[in-house]
Protein backbone atom coordinates (compact mmCIF):
# COMPACT_ATOMS: atom_id res chain seq x y z
CA UNK A 1 0.00 0.00 0.00
CA UNK A 2 1.61 3.03 -1.24
CA UNK A 3 0.68 5.88 1.61
CA UNK A 4 -1.35 8.52 1.22
CA UNK A 5 -0.34 12.20 1.54
CA UNK A 6 -2.87 12.76 4.41
CA UNK A 7 -5.53 10.47 6.34
CA UNK A 8 -7.52 13.06 7.96
CA UNK A 9 -8.07 16.28 5.55
CA UNK A 10 -8.94 16.93 2.30
CA UNK A 11 -6.44 18.27 -0.35
CA UNK A 12 -6.47 22.70 0.12
CA UNK A 13 -7.62 24.33 -2.82
CA UNK A 14 -3.69 25.58 -3.85
CA UNK A 15 -1.76 22.37 -4.42
CA UNK A 16 -0.04 21.10 -1.27
CA UNK A 17 3.66 19.32 -1.61
CA UNK A 18 1.58 16.41 -0.58
CA UNK A 19 -0.72 16.87 -3.50
CA UNK A 20 2.24 17.34 -5.64
CA UNK A 21 4.20 14.20 -4.46
CA UNK A 22 0.94 12.26 -4.78
CA UNK A 23 0.31 13.29 -8.40
CA UNK A 24 4.05 12.75 -9.10
CA UNK A 25 4.03 9.38 -7.90
CA UNK A 26 0.71 7.67 -9.48
CA UNK A 27 1.96 9.51 -12.66
CA UNK A 28 5.50 8.13 -12.47
CA UNK A 29 4.82 4.59 -11.24
CA UNK A 30 2.71 3.19 -14.45
CA UNK A 31 5.40 4.90 -16.67
CA UNK A 32 8.05 3.09 -14.42
CA UNK A 33 6.05 -0.51 -14.40
CA UNK A 34 5.95 -0.08 -18.29
CA UNK A 35 9.32 0.60 -18.74
CA UNK A 36 10.05 -2.14 -16.55
CA UNK A 37 7.50 -4.41 -18.35
CA UNK A 38 9.51 -3.50 -21.86
CA UNK A 39 12.74 -4.39 -20.93
CA UNK A 40 11.67 -7.49 -19.60
CA UNK A 41 10.16 -8.24 -23.15
CA UNK A 42 13.24 -7.17 -25.04
CA UNK A 43 15.69 -9.05 -22.35
CA UNK A 44 14.31 -11.84 -21.39
CA UNK A 45 17.32 -14.10 -20.78
CA UNK A 46 18.98 -12.19 -17.43
CA UNK A 47 15.91 -10.80 -15.92
CA UNK A 48 14.30 -13.94 -15.65
CA UNK A 49 17.11 -15.67 -14.00
CA UNK A 50 15.44 -13.25 -11.27
CA UNK A 51 11.89 -15.35 -10.86
CA UNK A 52 13.15 -17.12 -7.19
CA UNK A 53 13.73 -13.43 -6.15
CA UNK A 54 9.74 -12.35 -6.51
CA UNK A 55 8.29 -13.81 -3.31
CA UNK A 56 11.10 -12.10 -1.42
CA UNK A 57 10.58 -8.42 -3.16
CA UNK A 58 7.04 -9.20 -2.55
CA UNK A 59 7.80 -9.01 1.20
CA UNK A 60 9.33 -5.87 0.91
CA UNK A 61 6.53 -4.22 -0.70
CA UNK A 62 4.40 -5.51 2.39
CA UNK A 63 6.88 -4.76 4.78
CA UNK A 64 6.30 -1.14 3.45
CA UNK A 65 3.14 -1.19 3.90
CA UNK A 66 3.51 -2.05 7.17
CA UNK A 67 5.18 0.39 7.89
CA UNK A 68 2.46 2.96 6.86
CA UNK A 69 -0.08 1.62 9.13
CA UNK A 70 -0.59 3.47 12.82
CA UNK A 71 -3.35 2.74 15.57
CA UNK A 72 -5.57 5.31 13.68
CA UNK A 73 -5.83 3.13 10.90
CA UNK A 74 -7.12 0.40 13.24
CA UNK A 75 -9.75 2.62 15.07
CA UNK A 76 -11.38 3.66 11.94
CA UNK A 77 -12.41 -0.43 11.39
CA UNK A 78 -14.05 0.01 15.07
CA UNK A 79 -15.46 3.35 14.34
CA UNK A 80 -17.52 1.97 10.73
CA UNK A 81 -17.81 -1.52 10.77
CA UNK A 82 -20.41 -1.54 8.31
CA UNK A 83 -18.43 0.52 5.57
CA UNK A 84 -15.35 -1.55 6.18
CA UNK A 85 -17.52 -4.77 5.57
CA UNK A 86 -19.80 -3.58 2.96
CA UNK A 87 -16.01 -2.76 0.62
CA UNK A 88 -14.70 -6.10 2.24
CA UNK A 89 -17.57 -8.00 1.08
CA UNK A 90 -17.38 -5.99 -2.49
CA UNK A 91 -13.67 -6.34 -3.32
CA UNK A 92 -13.93 -10.07 -2.18
CA UNK A 93 -17.21 -10.73 -4.47
CA UNK A 94 -16.50 -8.33 -7.39
CA UNK A 95 -13.72 -8.22 -8.33
CA UNK A 96 -13.28 -12.55 -8.47
CA UNK A 97 -16.64 -13.22 -9.96
CA UNK A 98 -15.97 -10.45 -12.65
CA UNK A 99 -12.56 -12.66 -13.14
CA UNK A 100 -14.31 -15.85 -13.63
CA UNK A 101 -17.01 -14.58 -15.78
CA UNK A 102 -14.31 -12.45 -18.33
CA UNK A 103 -12.05 -15.64 -18.61
CA UNK A 104 -14.88 -17.76 -19.23
CA UNK A 105 -16.91 -15.23 -21.74
CA UNK A 106 -13.30 -14.52 -23.69
CA UNK A 107 -12.81 -18.79 -23.60
CA UNK A 108 -9.06 -17.71 -22.27
CA UNK A 109 -6.71 -20.75 -22.13
CA UNK A 110 -6.64 -22.34 -18.66
CA UNK A 111 -3.14 -20.44 -17.95
CA UNK A 112 -4.57 -17.05 -18.36
CA UNK A 113 -8.06 -17.90 -17.28
CA UNK A 114 -6.33 -19.06 -13.89
CA UNK A 115 -4.10 -16.03 -14.10
CA UNK A 116 -7.32 -13.39 -14.41
CA UNK A 117 -9.12 -15.03 -11.51
CA UNK A 118 -5.74 -14.98 -9.32
CA UNK A 119 -5.97 -11.20 -9.92
CA UNK A 120 -8.92 -10.60 -8.93
CA UNK A 121 -8.83 -12.87 -5.72
CA UNK A 122 -6.17 -10.28 -4.46
CA UNK A 123 -6.62 -8.22 -1.91
CA UNK A 124 -6.68 -4.29 -3.10
CA UNK A 125 -3.85 -2.85 -4.47
CA UNK A 126 -0.66 -0.87 -3.43
CA UNK A 127 -1.70 2.89 -4.84
CA UNK A 128 -5.40 2.42 -4.01
CA UNK A 129 -5.37 4.88 -0.98
CA UNK A 130 -3.23 7.31 -3.05
CA UNK A 131 -6.09 7.24 -5.83
CA UNK A 132 -8.73 7.74 -3.06
CA UNK A 133 -6.87 11.00 -1.70
CA UNK A 134 -6.41 12.29 -5.61
CA UNK A 135 -10.37 11.66 -6.12
CA UNK A 136 -11.03 13.39 -2.74
CA UNK A 137 -12.56 10.51 -1.28
CA UNK A 138 -12.65 9.29 1.90
CA UNK A 139 -8.97 8.34 2.55
CA UNK A 140 -9.56 6.75 6.35
CA UNK A 141 -11.87 4.32 4.60
CA UNK A 142 -9.52 3.49 1.68
CA UNK A 143 -6.95 2.02 4.52
CA UNK A 144 -9.07 0.52 6.32
CA UNK A 145 -10.17 -1.70 3.65
CA UNK A 146 -6.94 -2.27 2.26
CA UNK A 147 -5.53 -3.25 5.37
CA UNK A 148 -8.23 -5.43 6.05
CA UNK A 149 -8.64 -7.15 2.82
CA UNK A 150 -4.76 -7.76 3.08
CA UNK A 151 -4.89 -9.22 6.83
CA UNK A 152 -7.35 -11.79 5.65
CA UNK A 153 -5.70 -12.75 2.33
CA UNK A 154 -4.06 -15.59 3.58
CA UNK A 155 -7.41 -17.39 3.83
CA UNK A 156 -9.88 -15.88 1.79
CA UNK A 157 -7.63 -15.32 -1.57
CA UNK A 158 -6.68 -19.27 -1.50
CA UNK A 159 -10.42 -20.12 -0.93
CA UNK A 160 -11.70 -18.27 -3.81
CA UNK A 161 -8.87 -19.29 -6.02
CA UNK A 162 -9.86 -23.26 -5.40
CA UNK A 163 -13.37 -22.22 -6.05
CA UNK A 164 -13.43 -20.53 -8.64
CA UNK A 165 -10.37 -21.33 -10.37
CA UNK A 166 -10.41 -25.21 -10.15
CA UNK A 167 -11.63 -26.36 -12.68
CA UNK A 168 -8.87 -24.46 -15.39
CA UNK A 169 -6.08 -26.28 -13.44
CA UNK A 170 -4.95 -27.60 -10.05
CA UNK A 171 -5.24 -25.28 -7.13
CA UNK A 172 -3.27 -26.23 -4.24
CA UNK A 173 -5.06 -24.23 -1.53
CA UNK A 174 -3.02 -25.57 1.62
CA UNK A 175 0.20 -24.62 -0.31
CA UNK A 176 -0.67 -20.92 -1.44
CA UNK A 177 -1.89 -20.29 2.77
CA UNK A 178 1.21 -20.38 3.43
CA UNK A 179 3.30 -18.85 0.74
CA UNK A 180 0.75 -15.89 1.56
CA UNK A 181 1.59 -16.11 5.56
CA UNK A 182 5.18 -15.62 4.53
CA UNK A 183 4.83 -13.28 1.65
CA UNK A 184 2.54 -11.23 2.98
CA UNK A 185 1.34 -11.35 6.41
CA UNK A 186 3.92 -11.42 8.60
CA UNK A 187 6.34 -8.55 6.78
CA UNK A 188 3.07 -6.58 7.32
CA UNK A 189 3.18 -7.35 10.56
CA UNK A 190 6.63 -7.19 10.94
CA UNK A 191 6.54 -3.45 9.64
CA UNK A 192 3.94 -2.68 11.78
CA UNK A 193 6.09 -3.47 15.01
CA UNK A 194 9.04 -1.31 13.52
CA UNK A 195 7.17 1.53 12.99
CA UNK A 196 5.82 1.64 16.97
CA UNK A 197 9.64 0.73 18.64
CA UNK A 198 10.93 2.83 15.84
CA UNK A 199 8.80 5.49 14.70
CA UNK A 200 11.43 8.53 14.80
CA UNK A 201 13.59 6.12 12.26
CA UNK A 202 10.51 5.58 10.51
CA UNK A 203 9.29 9.15 9.92
CA UNK A 204 12.65 10.04 7.96
CA UNK A 205 12.62 7.15 5.64
CA UNK A 206 8.68 6.99 5.30
CA UNK A 207 8.74 9.85 2.15
CA UNK A 208 10.49 7.26 0.14
CA UNK A 209 8.42 4.09 0.97
CA UNK A 210 6.38 4.93 -2.41
CA UNK A 211 9.23 5.39 -4.52
CA UNK A 212 10.73 1.92 -2.59
CA UNK A 213 7.23 -0.15 -3.39
CA UNK A 214 7.52 1.54 -6.99
CA UNK A 215 10.79 0.36 -8.07
CA UNK A 216 10.09 -2.80 -6.69
CA UNK A 217 6.92 -3.48 -8.36
CA UNK A 218 9.05 -3.06 -11.51
CA UNK A 219 11.13 -5.10 -10.88
CA UNK A 220 8.08 -8.13 -10.44
CA UNK A 221 6.61 -6.62 -13.52
CA UNK A 222 9.82 -7.15 -15.71
CA UNK A 223 10.52 -10.85 -14.09
CA UNK A 224 7.19 -11.53 -14.88
CA UNK A 225 7.15 -10.69 -18.14
CA UNK A 226 10.70 -11.92 -19.38
CA UNK A 227 9.35 -15.28 -18.04
CA UNK A 228 6.34 -15.61 -21.02
CA UNK A 229 8.15 -13.00 -22.86
CA UNK A 230 8.11 -15.49 -26.13
CA UNK A 231 4.21 -15.92 -25.27
CA UNK A 232 3.39 -12.29 -25.07
CA UNK A 233 2.86 -11.21 -28.59
CA UNK A 234 0.06 -13.99 -29.11
CA UNK A 235 -1.69 -13.80 -25.50
CA UNK A 236 -0.89 -10.02 -25.43
CA UNK A 237 -4.14 -8.67 -26.74
CA UNK A 238 -6.35 -10.83 -25.52
CA UNK A 239 -5.10 -10.37 -22.21
CA UNK A 240 -4.99 -6.93 -22.43
CA UNK A 241 -8.41 -6.85 -23.55
CA UNK A 242 -9.38 -8.84 -20.30
CA UNK A 243 -7.37 -6.70 -17.66
CA UNK A 244 -9.30 -3.18 -19.03
CA UNK A 245 -12.82 -5.11 -18.65
CA UNK A 246 -11.72 -6.59 -15.25
CA UNK A 247 -10.82 -3.54 -13.95
CA UNK A 248 -13.58 -1.20 -15.41
CA UNK A 249 -15.99 -3.53 -13.86
CA UNK A 250 -14.08 -3.39 -10.94
CA UNK A 251 -13.99 0.34 -10.34
CA UNK A 252 -17.79 0.96 -11.56
CA UNK A 253 -19.35 -1.95 -9.30
CA UNK A 254 -17.17 -0.66 -6.17
CA UNK A 255 -18.58 2.69 -6.70
CA UNK A 256 -22.42 1.42 -6.93
CA UNK A 257 -21.82 -0.98 -4.29
CA UNK A 258 -20.89 2.58 -2.05
CA UNK A 259 -23.71 3.70 -3.30
CA UNK A 260 -26.15 0.67 -3.02
CA UNK A 261 -24.95 0.70 0.95
CA UNK A 262 -25.77 4.48 1.07
CA UNK A 263 -22.49 5.64 1.70
CA UNK A 264 -21.68 9.36 0.97
CA UNK A 265 -20.15 10.47 -2.08
CA UNK A 266 -16.17 10.64 -0.88
CA UNK A 267 -16.85 6.64 0.66
CA UNK A 268 -17.92 5.74 -2.99
CA UNK A 269 -14.94 6.95 -4.50
CA UNK A 270 -13.00 5.25 -1.69
CA UNK A 271 -14.69 1.88 -2.21
CA UNK A 272 -14.26 2.50 -6.45
CA UNK A 273 -10.38 1.88 -5.92
CA UNK A 274 -10.50 -0.44 -3.17
CA UNK A 275 -12.65 -2.80 -5.58
CA UNK A 276 -10.93 -2.15 -8.69
CA UNK A 277 -7.20 -2.10 -7.94
CA UNK A 278 -5.63 -5.18 -6.89
CA UNK A 279 -2.36 -5.93 -5.56
CA UNK A 280 -1.36 -7.45 -8.91
CA UNK A 281 2.40 -8.27 -6.84
CA UNK A 282 0.66 -10.77 -5.21
CA UNK A 283 -1.02 -12.20 -7.77
CA UNK A 284 1.89 -12.53 -9.94
CA UNK A 285 3.80 -14.09 -7.55
CA UNK A 286 1.40 -16.82 -6.46
CA UNK A 287 1.27 -17.51 -10.42
CA UNK A 288 4.55 -17.89 -10.64
CA UNK A 289 4.85 -20.25 -7.49
CA UNK A 290 1.75 -22.26 -8.48
CA UNK A 291 0.98 -22.31 -11.92
CA UNK A 292 3.08 -21.26 -14.83
CA UNK A 293 5.18 -18.24 -16.14
CA UNK A 294 1.81 -17.84 -18.33
CA UNK A 295 -0.76 -17.53 -15.75
CA UNK A 296 1.10 -14.43 -14.04
CA UNK A 297 0.89 -12.68 -17.90
CA UNK A 298 -2.28 -10.87 -16.36
CA UNK A 299 -0.83 -9.84 -13.34
CA UNK A 300 1.89 -7.89 -14.71
CA UNK A 301 -0.43 -6.75 -17.44
CA UNK A 302 -2.86 -5.46 -14.83
CA UNK A 303 -0.52 -3.95 -12.77
CA UNK A 304 0.34 -1.24 -15.68
CA UNK A 305 -3.19 -0.99 -16.30
CA UNK A 306 -4.70 -0.36 -13.20
CA UNK A 307 -2.46 2.31 -12.21
CA UNK A 308 -3.08 4.39 -15.48
CA UNK A 309 -6.83 3.97 -15.56
CA UNK A 310 -7.05 5.00 -11.31
CA UNK A 311 -4.76 8.15 -11.87
CA UNK A 312 -7.15 8.86 -14.74
CA UNK A 313 -10.30 8.42 -13.02
CA UNK A 314 -9.05 10.19 -9.99
CA UNK A 315 -8.51 12.90 -11.89
CA UNK A 316 -11.53 13.20 -13.54
CA UNK A 317 -13.67 12.72 -10.27
CA UNK A 318 -11.32 15.20 -8.11
CA UNK A 319 -12.93 17.94 -10.94
CA UNK A 320 -16.81 16.58 -9.56
CA UNK A 321 -17.73 18.68 -6.26
CA UNK A 322 -18.41 16.87 -3.50
CA UNK A 323 -21.37 17.95 -1.39
CA UNK A 324 -20.70 17.58 2.10
CA UNK A 325 -22.37 15.08 4.89
CA UNK A 326 -25.07 17.79 5.32
CA UNK A 327 -26.06 18.17 1.80
CA UNK A 328 -25.87 15.05 0.61
CA UNK A 329 -28.44 13.63 3.89
CA UNK A 330 -31.02 16.38 2.88
CA UNK A 331 -30.60 14.99 -0.67
CA UNK A 332 -31.09 11.98 -0.09
CA UNK A 333 -27.42 10.81 -1.25
Known amino acids: MIPAPSQQTAPAPAPSSADRDAKLAVTVFPVLVLLAGLVGFLIPGPIKAGAPAVPYLLGVIMFCMGLTLTPPDFASVARR????????????????????AIAT????????????IL???????????????????????????????????????PALTLLLAGSFLHVDA???ILDIVKTVLIPVVLGLVVRVF??????????????????VIAA??????????SKLVAAGGIVLLAVV?????????????????????RA????????????????????????TPLAALPSAVFSVWHNVSGAVVAAWLARRPVPDAGQAQRAGR
Open 81 to 100: PWAVALGLVAHYVIMPGAGW
Open 105 to 116: ALQLPPELAVGV
Open 119 to 157: VGCAPSGTASNVMAYLAKGDVALSVAVATVSTLVAPLVT
Open 174 to 176: GSM
Open 198 to 215: LRKAVAKVQPALPWISAA
Open 220 to 229: IVAIVVAGSA
Open 245 to 265: LHNGFGLGLGYLAGKAGRLDR
Open 268 to 291: RRALAFEVGMQNSGLAATLAGAHF
